[in-house]
């Protein structure tokens, strides 16, 4: 009995039937769709067909009988053929109707397919994904019908013409369907068949050495004596690797920043260049790095260049503040400074605490307050009576000259004040950046 119920719960054409003798007129697709989320291995069109073809022989008994010309007559006014050849031989008259849902959408997958591949055609991808907009109109008519009729196992419009425009896209261009992180990404208006193409970004890192004083790290906006060079690490980095992409412009991002007259040495410091819309991504890295140096004329020097994921980006930002760095600085004191003294900062600043309020000179735009930095070693090496060059390791986000003059007791404990001494000036080097990417 209860096996009984069931089927005629899952009379599936019944419901079809129901809808077109509502008046509704569903192409194949659309007819399929109402079931799309039922069977496996069928595309919406091969259920629709099959329906509908149930119920063409409900209407029809070849073998004479009760014609119902109604259902006949609606089966061929969906554009089902077998339906209109019917019709055709018993004298039926019929008119072919748009479908009441997708209002012929669901035909014209192959010419947005066409287009969207033509629009793709001048970026380099392996991998994409497709997206579309429904038309208003279509996607109410699509929820009205899945509400009046109860239809809870229906697939959406967008849904399909995702997959199957995705489908023929992949034959057209050979390229691979992600179903995360894609390349590009190719949106479809159903409605005007307009397609925009979405480039993800290309992500670029190496390291930099900033080989010269008074070069700032991104685009200086204001006048600052400090400011020797009418250009930017940033600028120097990201315009040849843009040109080279074919990109729309680049967001720069590094691993911290030295102050503008700091030199960065040694290893350099990681960065990451993110290239908007690019046209290319398969390049060959060693001849862009070339370029950069090329161009750069000794301001900066890059290494390591080459490909590399987004995830990049944030492990950058979130690291910079913790990557262990050092320093290499030159101070002039105002006093001769005791050799003794010197080797007790040594002792003091081995694997130490450092307390550090908001420096003074950031204060405009940084909060003030009280941050604990690590400081791992502390080197001294006198090079005259009053001048001595330290070699600093410490935690990320310290700042380093302050904790050598002290920025009047803001940060403590700090080098001058052991010292017992002034700090006339400083000269700094970044020598290391610990590498996060
Ligand atoms: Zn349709």
Known sequence: MCYRVSLLEEDFAAKLERILRDGFRLCDACAGRIYGLRGYGLSNVDRGRALKTVLLMKGYRSSGGPVDEALIKALAETGFKPAQELASKLGIEFEEKTCSVCRGIASRYREYAEAAAKAASGYEFSTFQVGSRVPPDVRRAEEDLWRLYGLSDAESLKSEANREIGKIFGEITGKEYAPEKPELVVVV??????????????????????????????????SDERVKYDTSIE?????????????????????????????????????VVEVKKPRRRSLDWKKVEEEINRRSQGLIEVLGLRRCSGDVVKRIKTLAELARKKYRLRVVFKKPVDEEKLRLVEEVFRDAVVSQRTPTRVLHRRADKVRKKAVYSVKARKISDRVVEFEIECQGGFYVKEFVHGDEGRTQPNIAELLENEVESIELDVLEVEEVA
């Not at 005007?192 to 790290?217: A, D, F, M, N």
């Open 189 to 222: 208006d159903l409605g005007t068949g307009e397609v925009e193409v979405e480039p993800s970004p290309l992500y670029v890192c190496g390291r930099y050495r900033k080989l010269v004083r008074g070069l700032p790290q991104n685009p200086w906006p204001y």
């Open 235 to 271: 600028e120097l980095i990201a315009t040849p690797i843009v040109e080279a992409a074919g990109g729309e412009g680049a967001k720069f991002h590094a691993a911290g920043r030295e102050d503008i007259d700091a030199r960065m040495l040694g290893t350099g410091r990681p960065f």
